[in-house]
């Protein structure tokens, strides 16, 4: 298939104008010296799931078929128009007229340049675990992702957000099935921004995932990455300052799913070893995490911008109460 110009990545080269980088960074850890050997690629050119089958086919893992989305087609903006409009009215019939601004109050600023380089701090936990968080998941009645997102919301609450307040993140939607661009490795993933507090339940998460993805915002989300059409790399640029300036949010949730894939002649596991991950982060996105599964075992990495974080010791105390909050055998809606 001929490339398509490709108007994602105008984004990312704007950035990179400003002097943040949008390499991310994914590698086999070595479980006992917790020794990484780290791999690079460029979120201009491919996502995160394009991005681990691209290293791992270097290294003979054949990643013939990507996960894929459970949509089949894009929708037009005339349908996600009345999706949304139904939505409004819907609000209005329920008195629920208040949306948060996107912004977010940190325990501490710190003066620092657009530089997003910062320590990555990666754990994991053996096949055995990984099920029991599993089950922690479903004793809570919700998905996976929505457990590890809300167990992660919870140690950043703690650690370094200001008080009770209303924020964002910023959750993943792969894409890939519902549209094709020039190579399976290419930027298919798009998002929703899922509004969240310090003391929001599990159940109470998934509500808000399940209703965005309703109103199909992670299709309003890809639709406006690509008005670069329309408006060049000009009006990105001019687009992106002004969005920057307003719009903050607490970070990226970036899942990348299962590793390697199942079902492939793979080499043979190495039981010394699992792949970690870490996302990109700006001061705008300024948590930046990278959460996978290697031959069933869950790893976890995680980055804090030097705006909110100047002491790898306070990256160190939300992983740990990340882990401890993903392994604590509770049910956490048991008051709703």
């Known amino acids: 298939m001929k490339a398509s110009k490709d108007y994602i990545a ?10 943040i980088s949008d390499a991310m960074s994914i590698g086999p850890m070595n479980k006992s010296s917790g020794e990484i050997q780290w791999n690079t ?3 201009s050119k491919m996502d995160g799931i394009g991005g681990i089958a691209t290293i791992l086919r270097e290294q003979g893992y054949p990643c013939y078929n990507l996960p894929q989305s459970g949509e089949k087609s894009e929708p037009s903006s005339w349908q996600i128009y009345k999706l949304n409009k ?7 019939r329920n008195n629920i007229t208040y949306t ?5 109050r940190w325990k501490n600023n710190y003066p620092c340049s657009n530089d997003n380089a910062a320590d990555i701090v990666n754990t994991c936990f053996d096949k055995e675990t990984t099920l029991q968080i599993k089950r922690n998941a479903k004793k809570n009645r919700v998905a996976f992702s929505t457990f590890l997102v809300w167990t992660l919301n919870k140690a950043i609450a703690e650690n370094l957000i200001d008080g009770n307040q209303n924020y964002y993140w910023f959750y993943p939607v792969n894409l890939r099935g519902a549209i094709s661009l020039s190579s399976d490795t290419s930027n298919y993933s798009s998002g929703i921004t899922i509004c969240l507090n310090n003391y929001i ?3 109470q998460l998934q509500q808000e995932i399940k209703n965005k993805i309703k109103l199909k915002e992670h299709w309003s989300t890809w639709k406006l990455a690509h008005i670069g059409k329309l408006v060049g790399k000009p009006g990105i640029r001019y687009l992106y300052n002004s969005l920057s300036k307003k719009n903050f949010y607490a970070g990226s949730f970036s899942y990348l799913g299962s590793w390697p894939l199942q079902g492939e002649k793979n080499p043979a596991e190495n039981k010394e070893e699992v792949w970690v991950s870490c996302g990109i982060g700006t001061k705008n996105y300024p948590v930046s995490t990278g959460i996978m599964e290697w031959h069933g075992q869950l790893t976890l990495g995680l980055k804090l911008h030097p705006m909110i974080c100047q002491d790898v010791a306070l990256t160190e105390k939300c992983l740990n109460d990340w882990k401890n909050n993903l392994i ?9």
């Open 10 to 19: 105008m984004w990312f080269d704007v950035r990179k104008e400003l002097g």
């Open 41 to 43: 690629f460029s979120h």
């Open 86 to 92: 139904l939505d409004k009215k819907e609000k209005k």
């Open 100 to 104: 948060p601004s996107k912004t977010i």
């Open 201 to 203: 339940t599990p159940k």
């Open 328 to 336: 604590e055998d509770k049910n956490h809606n048991e008051f709703i």
